[in-house]
Nanobody, 120 residues
Framework: QVQLVESGGGLVQPGGSLRLSCAAS????????VGWYRQAPGKQRESVAR???????TYADSVKGRFTISRDNTKNTVYLQMNSLKPEDTAVYYC??????????????WGQGTQVTVSS
């Protein structure tokens, strides 16, 4: 069974850093369109950072220059390095990917989410 599992969330003071990880497991043939999203209380889920075509990336304006998305294809893992964190970054962070399981069809997958809280 294919799944995405996030880790690395927690409580951090303003100005601090966290690195989130998202590992895809299961019988996977291919992965595309990997990205990170977040949802704060009372708000809609929004895109934070994602890979577009090839190794190109795109970021939300609110995180440009502070967050960096990266990946290790050998481990089917994507990372989100978050620096200079602000209280408004507080949210549940989700990873998302389109995955082609072996012997199946392309499907959109979400991780279970990891809480990031930025507070003094």
């Amino acid at each position: 069974q294919v799944q995405l599992v996030e880790s690395g969330g927690g409580l951090v003071q303003p100005g601090g850093s966290l690195r989130l990880s998202c590992a895809a497991s299961g019988s996977i043939f291919s992965i595309r369109g990997v990205g990170w999203y977040r949802q704060a209380p009372g708000k809609q889920r929004e895109s934070v950072a994602r890979f577009t075509s090839g190794d190109s990336t795109t970021y939300a304006d609110s995180v440009k220059g502070r967050f960096t998305i990266s990946r290790d294809n050998t481990k089917n893992t994507v990372y989100l390095q978050m620096n200079s964190l602000k209280p408004e970054d507080t949210a549940v962070y989700y990873c998302n990917a389109q995955i082609l399981p072996s012997g199946s069809l392309w499907r959109n997958y979400w991780g279970q989410g990891t809480q990031v809280t930025v507070s003094s």
